[in-house]
T-cell receptor, first 111, second 116 residues
Framework: QKEVEQDPGPLSVPEGAIVSLNCTYS??????FMWYRQYSRKGPELLMYTYSSGNKEDGRFTAQVDKSSKYISLFIRDSQPSDSATYLCAMKTQGAQKLVFGQGTRLTINP | GAVVSQHPSRVICKSGTSVKIECRSL??????MFWYRQFPKQSLMLMATSNEGSKATYEQGVEKDKFLINHASLTLSTLTVTSAHPEDSSFYIC????????????FGEGSRLTVL
């Protein structure tokens, strides 16, 4: 079993829809949770960063962390074609240097 | 967010030559830098962790003599692919973490290496 599981998709939704992306994990020691967006042939871009549990909102993006269920989510409201990309979840434990990444979900927003 | 610059973005070389890729943190000091390799439609594969002033720590299965990593300053790390072969063709991405070690990792734009 991988430490971090993420459905690779692909996921295709119409423009304007609410998108829900998720990751589950097995290591209860993870404390830092991140979402990255990666456009084709580009490096990943940090989208959302959360420490411990709770919600965080930034514009159309909301990140949720449920440590009791070992489950994190990224919601995209009013999705746009420019949101089409691969979304990677990542997490790490306190004191660790390395991040553990999910496989990434390929998302396409159709105009 | 913080800016990490990676250069070159694309490089084509002949088999047997060496290629150097640079990774710079432009507006912060990066005590730790990471080098990843990414195959098409796959996630990031960590190759090595580089701490400023010390030897890099390589992941299992990564040849340290083939992929030379140097992190001589708090803003620069380099990856040299020595005696490159076609199977080394890939997308290489660096990332940098700030001194606070909060987990926020900032990535370069990636370098696409093609070995003929």
């Amino acid at each position: 079993q991988k430490e971090v599981e993420q459905d690779p998709g692909p996921l295709s939704v119409p423009e304007g829809a609410i998108v829900s992306l998720n990751c589950t994990y097995s290591n209860s020691a993870f404390q830092y949770f991140m979402w990255y967006r990666q456009y084709s042939r580009k490096g990943p871009e940090l989208l959302m960063y959360t420490y411990s549990s709770g919600n965080k909102e930034d514009g159309r993006f909301t990140a949720q962390v449920d440590k009791s269920s070992k489950y994190i989510s990224l919601f995209i409201r009013d999705s746009q074609p420019s949101d089409s990309a691969t979304y990677l979840c990542a997490m790490k434990t306190q004191g660790a240097q390395k991040l553990v990444f999910g496989q990434g979900t390929r998302l396409t927003i159709n105009p | 967010g913080a800016v990490v610059s990676q250069h070159p973005s694309r490089v084509i070389c002949k088999s047997g030559t060496s290629v150097k890729i640079e990774c710079r943190s432009l507006d912060f000091q990066a005590t730790t830098m990471f080098w990843y390799r990414q195959f098409p439609k796959q996630s990031l594969m960590l190759m090595a962790t580089s701490n400023e002033g010390s030897k890099a720590t390589y992941e299992q299965g990564v040849e340290k003599d083939k992929f030379l990593i140097n992190h001589a300053s708090l803003t620069l790390s380099t990856l040299t692919v020595t005696s490159a072969h076609p199977e080394d063709s890939s997308f290489y991405i660096c990332s940098a973490m700030g001194q606070a070690n909060t987990g926020e990792l900032f990535f370069g734009e990636g370098s696409r290496l093609t070995v003929l």
